[in-house]
């Protein structure tokens, strides 16, 4: 499978991708201060790592090695990410893995995990995915990477997503313009996978650690869509808290349903 280096991959600072053998798929990123919620509409004492950010990484990882399996495209259908140690925001390096365990005609299962330099366990995850039959462009695929005028050197979560992204809990307005998409031009899975659990968060800050994320990917986010995302709080307990977060397009139906669990 060729690696295409996206944007979205640019501004999460993701590395590019290595096939191993035996179908293992292995990248990582550096998580810094850049990640940070720490921005001016976020509101005071907010300032996080949103577990959300590592959805690219886990989603390209996993995504890939999906694809390897039979050569071709798929598309995510179901994320999950459970958060064993919480990110820092130091400039730690971490590193994702993740194969497939299950293949049929429709799709596959990929499982992976999370972890630092020394070892660690950070996250484990889990995706399914559906062939497509469709691939990104040619000149994309020749390049190798997706270039843009826009800054990338941001300092907060808000500035990495720039002017597609309004935040307004419960809601959350998002455009799918290029910096937020896949290598086929819809928005990222991972992407949809961050702003989830960053929403989530918002709307419910304490407890303050997002320990689950499950979204499901029930549509494509065309180029240019405009969906927005709602977060309606299931259960506010002071220990646990439960948040559902859908975000729909432009005639009210689901693009993705996603579960935030936060201890």
Known sequence: MPFVMGIPEQLFR????QFRPGGL???AMCLGPWLSTNGPDQGPGLAMTPAGALGVLIDDVLGYAIGAVAGTWSISTEITLDIVRDLPLDGTM???EGRVVHADEVGALARGRVRTESGDVVAYCQERGRWIDRSPPEDVIANGVVTTDEPLDVGTLAGLFGHAVTVRPPHMDVTALPRLANPLGNLHGGVTL??????A?????????????HVHYVRNIPPLTNVQLTANIEHPGQSLGTIRVVATNGTGKPCTIGTVVRH
Do not use: G, N, Y
Not at 14 to 17: H, I, L, M, S, W
Not at 201 to 213: D, E, G, H, N, Y
């Open 25 to 27: 798929v292995t990248s």
């Open 14 to 17: 993701v590395e590019p991708f």
């Open 94 to 96: 971490v590193h994702a």
């Open 194 to 199: 961050c702003l989830t659990d960053w929403l």
């Open 201 to 213: 968060a918002l709307t419910l800050p304490r407890p303050a650690r997002t320990v689950s994320i």
